[in-house]
Nanobody, 126 residues
């Protein structure tokens, strides 16, 4: 059973930083690829960043490359998203997602993920 719980969201001024965390209360976290997606009001859910089960490969949306960093600690069943130089357009609900071990990984596709958290709100003021 995978249960993803996000935390770390909040209100921050433009140029500031936040670190999101996502804890998996299940028992197989270390075998899953993990990702962060976000959804702003009236918009579709979009890919932000992803990381393979070992942490050996990471993927980023162009809009966050150089500002956001995804990482994981398998001993703590936790994936992180460090967000720096935040912009108002980063305002959204951020969801973490887990992908079970299966072939043909497409990290940027939300349809490739099997489990989702409820999300945490990030608001960036100008």
């Amino acid at each position: 059973q995978v249960q993803l719980v996000e935390s770390g969201g909040g209100l921050v001024q433009a140029g500031g930083s936040l670190r999101l965390s996502c804890v998996d209360n299940g028992r197989t976290f270390s075998s899953y690829a993990m990702a962060w997606f976000r959804q702003a009001p009236g918009k579709e859910r979009e890919f932000v960043a992803a990381i393979t089960w070992s942490g050996g490969f990471t993927y980023y949306a162009d809009s966050v490359t150089g500002r956001f960093t995804i990482s994981r600690d398998n001993a703590k069943n936790t994936v992180y998203l460090q967000m720096n130089s935040l912009k108002p357009e980063d305002t959204a609900v951020y969801h973490c997602a887990a992908r079970t071990n299966k072939p043909y990984y497409t990290p940027r596709s939300l349809y490739d993920y099997d489990y989702w958290g409820q999300g945490t709100q990030v608001t960036v003021s100008s």
